[in-house]
């Protein structure tokens, strides 16, 4: 009887537990989120700017006539080296001939009659005052400076070149009648096919254009926003399509210190060094100058900065938590940008910010590595990915 008892019992008990709560299950366990994460790197940070250049001659010259004439001879043609003080071509004026021959004589009749006043003056004073003497003397000097003057007008049927350089253009035929021109608005630059219609018969245009070409000089236009940062000595790398693939380097040798009201840009000038003649004034180049450089600046992906308004900052893992680090930024080249304060360079620095991420979320980190292997990090300690 008593062995019944306990039996009812157990199963009453039984009943009452199979009735009651179930069991509470194990609470599941959240998935940490993984994050990519580099380390700042070291290095210049450069803000450059490319600009269009044009290659012309260290000097140029239109070499025009100073005096009106037939052209008597040419001595050189387009492609011809020549050098300082060379004969070119030369100019005939029957005029200045016959001009030049009537004041030398008129010079000699004038320091006879000054000889021989002089020397009745010195013979006897009461024979001739003194002021005759003085006023022969005067007519005299006056002869010798027309002689002079025209003995120079004579000089310029030569035309001789300035510089060592080569003949760039040739627009003159002997014969052509030269009219004596040049001056303000004279263009070293001009073509043969803007003068071609006048061969024979020229106006007041250069009888040849020269240019020294050991050395070029390069144009370039600098804009308003950028002049003030131009100095002499600034790095420039310089490339030409007709060099595919070749960079020259220079530097900005002078510029204007004024801006062009027309286009609000400043000239600037490179000095290209031209050994065996390879560069051509005309040509066209690019050229890429360094504005601004921060050497062994802190950078990170631009991707890695968020600006919001003034305020710029980065996320950082640290014990492997999303801490927020407010950053101040510098240069930046699209890719890289500098963080001039907020970064040691030894963070692990979050490289794709996103409105996902939030500060003291716990996350596992995974280091890119500039070979492009990861590696994973947690609580701030970093391990090989396999």
Same mark, same amino acid.
């Given at each position: 009887m008593s062995s019944l008892r306990y039996f009812v019992v157990v199963v009453m008990m039984l009943s009452l537990a199979a009735c009651g709560e179930p069991a509470a299950a194990p609470a599941p366990q959240h998935n940490v989120p993984s994050v990519t994460? *580099? $380390? !700042? %790197? $070291? $290095?210049?940070? *450069? $803000?450059?700017?490319?600009? !269009? =250049?044009? @290659? *012309? =001659?260290f000097y140029e010259s239109a070499l025009h006539a100073k005096v009106t004439g037939y052209l008597k001879s040419i001595a050189v043609d387009k492609g011809d080296w020549v050098k300082a003080g060379q004969v070119l071509a030369e100019i005939e004026v029957p005029e200045l001939r016959q001009d030049l021959d009537r004041a030398r004589a008129n010079l000699e009749l004038q320091r006879l009659t000054y000889q021989r006043l002089k020397k009745v003056r010195d013979t006897d004073p009461r024979l001739l005052a003194e002021q005759d003497v003085d006023i022969a003397y005067s007519k005299w000097a006056q002869a010798k400076? &027309?002689?002079d003057a025209i003995e120079t007008m004579v000089g310029y049927t030569k035309i001789v070149a300035p510089f060592d350089g080569v003949v760039t253009g040739r627009f003159v035929d002997p014969g052509a009648l030269i009219q004596a021109g040049g001056g303000e608005g004279s263009d070293a630059s001009v073509t043969p096919a803007a003068t071609e219609g006048a061969r024979g018969h020229k106006d007041s245009g250069p009888v *040849? /254009?020269?240019?020294?070409?050991?050395?070029?000089?390069?144009? #370039?236009?600098? !804009? &308003? %926003? &950028?002049?003030? @940062?131009i100095h002499r000595g600034? !790095?420039? /790398? #310089?490339?030409? %399509?007709e060099f595919p693939g070749q960079h020259f380097a220079g530097v900005v040798n002078r510029f204007a210190h004024s801006l062009d009201l027309s286009t609000r840009t400043m000239l600037a000038e490179v000095d290209l060094d031209n050994p065996g003649h390879r560069f051509y004034p005309r040509m066209y180049a690019n050229v890429a100058l360094d504005l601004i450089r921060h050497t062994n600046a802190v950078q990170v992906p631009t991707t890695a900065v968020e600006l919001s308004g003034d /305020? %710029?900052?980065?996320?950082v893992v640290r014990h492997g938590q999303l801490v927020k680090a407010p950053v101040s930024i510098g240069i930046s080249d =699209?890719?890289? #940008? &500098? #963080?001039?304060? =907020?970064? /040691?360079g030894q963070e692990l620095v979050v490289s794709n910010i996103s409105p996902a991420l939030n500060r003291g979320e716990r996350v596992n980190a995974i280091v890119l590595s500039e070979a492009g292997a990861s590696v994973h990090s947690r609580g701030g300690e970093v391990a090989s990915a396999h």
């Open positions: 994460v *580099v $380390r !700042p %790197q $070291r $290095r210049d940070a *450069v $803000r450059s700017i490319t600009l !269009p =250049g044009d @290659l *012309v =001659g400076a &027309e002689v *040849v /254009t020269l240019a020294n070409i050991d050395k070029l000089r390069v144009y #370039i236009y600098v !804009p &308003e %926003q &950028e002049a003030a @940062l600034m !790095p420039a /790398t #310089i490339s030409l %399509q /305020t %710029q900052f980065v996320y =699209g890719q890289y #940008i &500098e #963080i001039a304060s =907020g970064l /040691t």
